[in-house]
């Protein structure tokens, strides 16, 4: 152990140093009374109820602010919230995001308005759950859910996609790609007008949360 | 006036005032926002541009000003206030009235305004955003409804117009109006409904649009192709220069993970200012098109082309360069390090001055013209600026180099500089510089040329690439500079033909300007290469070159990114007899025909020189980190090697600094006039006539869709009386043709000399070397 050595100071303070911060004070072995003193620790621990948790078997339940994997989550008409703006990219202190927006089109919208993330990758190897993604997104369709079992074999199974990502379809709710609800703009779904879908929305003529 | 143009003329008077407590000194006229800058004191604005006249539209720059100890009552606008003696000025760093001034129009301008940041491509390199941050308010008191408008309209299939966001600074129509002369979209309306609109009759089709895009101080305009791709801090940004044409425009490529996203005009005040054109801006995908070759390809014994190693490519091309006699087809699209090194390839390891870099009609007077007058040579942009009067040979400056047409109505507007243009008809950009038309049938510029006189020793003369195609109009062209003293300026349209040129990529003549007739020269350059013989003939023009291809006595081509179409109709079954070696980015139609074929690095994935009509390098660097391509001149050194005959260039850097280690010979080539003929048409036929457009079916705008839009579309130009003649209307279809074949565009009668007919060479439905298998002469014209 001792083996590294300190290439002696003209000053000696090293040394000194050195010196002063070893507490040991005597070599002698500690009394019998001492000893005992260590074993009891020992003793009264096998009294105590264990804090062993079988995981996987039992997963402990964690606090509500628990900052688990990311989701992006929907408009009540199935419609992603997220518009692809690359702002939780931006604050992103560890690169995890990577985002590329795209033009929702007629016959393709799959956010309100404008502009959707058509690339949506958060990288599980990169991010330390800090949260500041959530923080800077600005249609709230970024948040964290509880989820904490992440861990995977490969690297690649570690960048999560927006698939992977995406909540899934509630009751009400109509997969994207469809139009608006009738007669509303960005506006409304910002405003959080837009309570289910429409009929109207269902342009594949199947039902709703296929 | 620009500051720095003011700062040039020394004899200008300066005025020295009070900023902030601080003296300045600065030339008169100086706007007092300019002369704050000048301090590090940066005054809020949006609707100020240096290279735009001022308006005052925005009002964000307010700041309190005092002459002669009378305060005006009010904070004056700085950008539309020039400087006196002993002014006064407070900005919103000294004055509360004027940082209260400058918050409050910060409010209003805020009002109407949507702040969707979030799906704004202007998000996070924008003014707004930035100045609403330093000079703004924390917080909005404005409550009501904010006026909306349909989210964006496109004003061209290039430019969207999110009107919602525009602050109506007028930027974008000053620009339009200024600098390109399209004033094709303009304020409309007023008050709160006052926004920026398209005249309903003509489609914003500037070859300059792009720029409102990078000049408007919002989200307002921005292009449809780079609609949501990025945010500025996903780019690496790499300054560049444009591969597009021979004007040497400054760019600036933005790439994400490997892949060009946008390019953004450069600012160098001595060359394009701050613009650039539509071109330049928005061609760049045909770097990433699917047909890019990345490996090297051979042809087997059965005739079909397959992947091979490079070690494999390269002993067989090596064997066939060496084994047979061999040209070298250059292209005018290469940088000067690949030029160089195709020069000393064909000199040392083919021993031979068979190489050619214009791959389009060529003659031994341009070749003379150009060894005599202008290799060696330097002209810029001051003397168009400072000229008396410009004289357009065979060249269309909007077509085809569009910053000098930038330049010139630069001029025009300012001073009504006299343009004379010798054409078949005042074309678009003619008229826009208000052209005097010396209306003239193609093939008869020698006659025409020789009648202009009233040059001076300030007059500058323009010889376009096209002018090599009438006999005699370059030789007329030399004696009008030679008895006027007006200075000579030769402008090819392709970025890498001056770079080709100085590097020796031409028959006559070596690196460096060195004639190959001169024995002197080449024993220079022969001490310099330290190799022991040159060959000493000049060596053979492109279209000869492949007329001993056809004969069969040159047997093996070295080609490199060339469209062999722009040379020879006939080019496939005549290149098919030789052994060809490409080097290429993508399939084409030389790798068709191609033995061997070895990928080459795209400018983006580069770095090399481009030296522009000016005699001006311009140097870029690799935008695209990390490329596998490699340039020309390295694979073209691995070869040699292969051959046993090193050019010992392996890298670009080698290449340049080889070549700048040359120098320039000193003694030219003599010109040896050739006079002219004028061309002899049928009565009942019609002489052809045609130049390239700025957008057209050219390789390198291949697979921007939007940018094609823009294009002009592709009509034929006839006179009133031939229409008459023919019996047509404007917009019915005409039918031209020679024995080769035809073309079929709607007509437009205008005002071009009776005899011709013009149609663009190279745009959709109009490829005219392909289809007439010439570029001017004589064809049949008949109602189609
Ligand atoms: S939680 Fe933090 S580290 Fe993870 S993606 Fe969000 S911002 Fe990045
Ligand atoms: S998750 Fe939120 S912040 Fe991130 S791109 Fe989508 S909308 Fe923008
Ligand atoms: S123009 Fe600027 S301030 Fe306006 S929405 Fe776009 S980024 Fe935001
Ligand atoms: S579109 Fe842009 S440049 Fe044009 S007036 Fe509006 S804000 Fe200014
Ligand atoms: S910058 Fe001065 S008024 Fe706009």
Redesign the interface.
Known sequence: MSNFHLEPRPSGAIQKAAEQSLPVTGTEPAGFFTQLKGFWVTFSTMFKKPNTIEYPEVKPEVAPGFHGRHQLNRYEDGLEKC?????C??ACPADAIYV????NSEGNQISP???YAKVYQINYLRCIFCGLCIEAC??RALTMTNEYEIADDTREKLIWEKGDLLAPLRAGMLMPPHPMYPESDHHNYYRNEIRESHPSQDTTGGGQSR | MSTQELAIDTTVEMITLTIDGFEVSVPKGTLVIRAAEKLGIQIPRFCDHPLLDPVGACRQCLVEIEVNGRKFPKPQASCTIPVEPGMIVNTQLTSAVADKAQQGVMELLLINHPLDC??CDK??ECPLQNQAMSNGGEESRFEGTKRTFE??ISISSQVLLDRERCILCARCTRFSEEIAGDPFITLNERGALQQVGIYEKEPFESYFSGNTVQICPVGALTGASY?????P??LISTPSACEHCASGCDMRTDVRRGKTLRRLAGDDASVNEEWNCDKGRWAFKYVNANDRITTPLIRDEGGRLREASWPEALALAAKGLKENRSAVLVGGRVTLEDAYGYSKFARVALKTNDIDFRSRVTSKEERNFLASHVVGTQINYRDLDKADQIVLLGFEAEEESPIVFLRLYKQVRKRELKITAVAPFASRGNKKLKAELIATQAGSEASAISKISNLSNKSVILIGERLSESTGAISAAVTLATSSGAKLAWIPRRAGERGALEAGAIPNLLPGARPVSDSVARVDLQAAWGVSGLPSNPGLDSDEILKEVERGSIRALLVGGVDPLDISPDYQTIMEKAFVVSLEIRHSAVTQIANVVFPVAAVVEKSGTFINWESRGRFFEAAVPDSLSRSDVRILSMLADEMDSSINLPTVSSARDEFNSLGTWHHRESFTPVSGISPSIASDKANLCSWRLLLDAGSLQDGENNLAGTAHPSVAMISKNRADALDVNDGELIRISTSRGQITLPCQIDQIEDGSVWVPRNSANSKVIESLGITSGEVSVVKA
């Open positions: 518009i692809g703006c690359e702002l990219a931006w590329e927006g795209e033009n308005g404008e502009r600005p249609t | 979030a799906v998000g996070g989210k964006p609609r949501f791709r990025a945010r801090f996903d």
